[in-house]
């Protein structure tokens, strides 16, 4: 047997100053990542403004319709 020892994940946005940070303990999922989305969301300004752009990588939980469609109907 392996032994895994707790895992946290910490989730930050930053661009001159952190705007969002949340932790949750093991990993991020589709509905957690979706509330931290949210969150960040309501702290964003209008583009081309400063913190105006949400840079994701190919996660799978990044391309999930949900968030995407959250992040569109901004």
């Given at each position: 047997t392996t032994?895994?020892?707790?895992?946290?994940?910490i989730r930050g946005s930053k661009a001159q100053?952190?705007?969002?940070c949340d932790i949750v303990e093991g990993s991020f999922c589709t509905e957690t990542f979706y509330v931290f989305?949210?969150?960040l969301l309501q702290k964003m300004q209008p583009f081309p403004l400063p913190n105006s752009v949400?840079?994701?990588?190919?996660?799978?939980?990044h391309k999930h319709s949900d968030i995407q469609e959250l992040i569109e109907s901004r």
């Open positions: 032994y895994r020892g707790r895992a946290w994940s100053r952190i705007i969002h989305i949210e969150r949400i840079v994701m990588d190919n996660c799978r939980i």
